[in-house]
């Protein structure tokens, strides 16, 4: 046997259980790097309530004195439909689905189950949706002609403030990034020229320093000038994570897909990782599905993924933003 010809088809809290919730909630979500909301009602709105107005009274007699309501904001998060197709030659996908059963645990390789061969399937196309949600969700542009043009992603977004200079932004020169310290220069100029709210979300460690891969390089080459053990380890072991005055820098990891944008191509940007919203529905709308099948007219094994996905930013003075000119 050399190819799969049993067809699946995922729908409602299949679709749900079996293929999105595990990618966009938990440790999956938080890979992410921003905040992901998962099957919220379309259209998705998100309600930010202003709890920083004085409430304190003094205590001098009964009665209310509570003034007015609590002020609400509200931002839409709108969300595009879109579908994800792979095509794989039967001998090829057979041989790539047997790899991840042979990987199993506890798997006997003459009597495959077929729950095991469906949970190798679908790991296969998991992870491939999963990276281009995450690609598409920094990099997506509607108005290109190719691409990942599927829905707006958050470059998209930054830039167009960016250019309206709606936000704290700077550029540099690529000279610049020839001095390892640059790195440090760039950070500390992000933070004095914040959002005076940005020092006070320190303490909800949501903060982080998101930045192309040549900054986040340009760093770890400066940490290990330092002359201490700890770098010279880190130097030898390499470095899980970084940070910098304990906010984590987060490398996008767009090095192979920015070059076909017209995105900036090296940036760092700070911000509350609350504040970048990446909603995703599959319940909203007739005909979200997940489908694998097999087409015998071109021995071909096919998967499709059709649901719903949108980017946004929630209070845009909470930016910073440098890149390079």
Known sequence: MTYLENSKQYTG????????????TGESAQDLGVRVLYNMPQPTHVQLWDGQRNILQKFTSA???????????????????VKAELGFSAA??????????????????DDLS???LEQAETALFKQALAENIRVTMWIGDTSA????????????RINGLVDDDGVYNFSYQAAALEDPAYAVELFDKLWAGAD???PGLKADDRLAYFVSSDIYRLYEKYLDAKGADAAYADAMNGRRTLAYHGIPVVDVRLGSYLGATSFRQSFVMLTDRR????????????????????????????????????????DEALISFAYKQ
């Open 114 to 116: 077929g729950t095991e």
């Open 196 to 198: 005076p709210r940005i």
């Open 63 to 81: 009665g209310w004195a509570g003034g007015k309501a609590a002020t609400k904001y509200e931002k839409t998060v709108n969300l595009n439909r």
């Open 145 to 156: 002609a190719s691409g990942y043009n599927t829905f707006d992603g958050l470059l998209k």
């Open 13 to 24: 809290s299949d679709l749900e259980n079996i293929f999105f919730r595990p990618m966009l």
């Open 275 to 314: 504040n970048l919203v990446l909603a995703v529905n599959t319940a909203d709308m007739p005909g979200n599905e997940v489908r694998m099948w097999y087409n015998p007219d071109e021995m071909e094994n096919r998967q499709r993924a059709v649901f719903m996905a949108g980017t946004q930013i929630l």
């Open 92 to 109: 090829n996908y057979f041989s790539m689905v047997y790899e991840k059963v042979s990987s199993l645990v506890n798997t006997h390789m």
